[in-house]
């Protein structure tokens, strides 16, 4: 079966950087798209950075310029997020969709807090 694990949250001071790692496993060759998505209390999850095999990488406006994401070919996916932020804070989803489906990760918490 398909799993999606998250890893490299945690906690960090406002202007500093975290890298996040998703890795998939499975029987899954590799993903049309992978990214990432996040969730704060109260909140709808948003997605914060996607990128497709088409070689097209959308990022959402409240990270443009902060976040960068890469991506391997062994379906594992980065999210490089510097200068972050209080409003960064929130559960990260890694995602990813092949042919048919769609697979979320558990969720990983950052938060960005002095």
């Known amino acids: 079966q398909v799993q999606l694990v998250e890893s490299g949250g945690g906690l960090v001071q406002p202007g500093g950087s975290l890298r996040l790692s998703c890795a998939a496993s499975?029987?899954?060759?590799?993903?049309?798209?992978m990214g990432w998505y996040r969730q704060a209390p109260g909140k709808q999850r948003e997605l914060v950075a996607i990128m497709t095999d088409a070689g097209t990488t959308n990022y959402a406006d409240s990270v443009k310029g902060r976040f960068t994401l890469s991506r391997d070919t062994k379906n594992t996916v980065y999210l490089q997020m510097n200068g972050l932020k209080p409003e960064d804070t929130a559960v990260y989803y890694c995602?990813?969709?092949?042919?048919?489906?769609?697979?979320w990760g558990q969720g990983i918490q950052v938060t960005v807090s002095s």
């Open positions: 995602n990813g969709i092949d042919t048919g489906n769609k697979y």
């Open positions: 499975g029987s899954i060759f590799r993903f049309y798209a």
